[in-house]
């Protein structure tokens, strides 16, 4: 079985950083991309990055020039550095990867439990 499960989430005040954390685990045969969401209270989940297996890496231009992505493909690990966070970044920030477990021969799409993160003063 594969799980993502991430980190790093917490309350910040306008203008600070953040470095948000997922590891995938588990029987793992191969990572595609990995990517990261979130989801604020009464809106639709919301597209915050993407980085493929090759390092390409996209944007919405709400969190671009702020928000780095990065991974560490030897540890099936994906970051999301966040600076210059705005109140309106608050949300629950979920984990998103496309993996191939050791068992199937096909890519699934597996979802974090999430982090909270709350931009406040």
């Known amino acids: 079985q594969v799980q993502l499960v991430e980190s790093g989430g917490g309350l910040v005040q306008p203008g600070g950083s953040l470095r948000l954390s997922c590891a995938a685990s588990?029987?793992?045969?191969?990572?595609?991309?990995m990517g990261w969401y979130r989801q604020a209270p009464g809106k639709q989940r919301e597209f915050v990055s993407t980085?493929?297996?090759?390092?390409?890496?996209n944007y919405p231009d709400s969190v671009k020039g702020r928000f780095t992505i990065s991974r560490d493909n030897a540890k099936n690990t994906v970051y999301l550095q966040m600076n210059s966070l705005k109140p309106e970044d608050t949300a629950v920030y979920l984990c998103?990867?496309?993996?191939?477990?050791?068992?199937?021969?096909?890519?699934?799409?597996?979802w974090g439990q999430g982090t909270q993160v709350t931009v406040s003063s």
């Open positions: 980085i493929t297996s090759g390092g390409i890496t």
């Open positions: 588990g029987s793992i045969f191969s990572v595609n991309t």
């Open positions: 998103n990867a496309l993996i191939r477990d050791s068992s199937r021969p096909f890519f699934t799409n597996y």
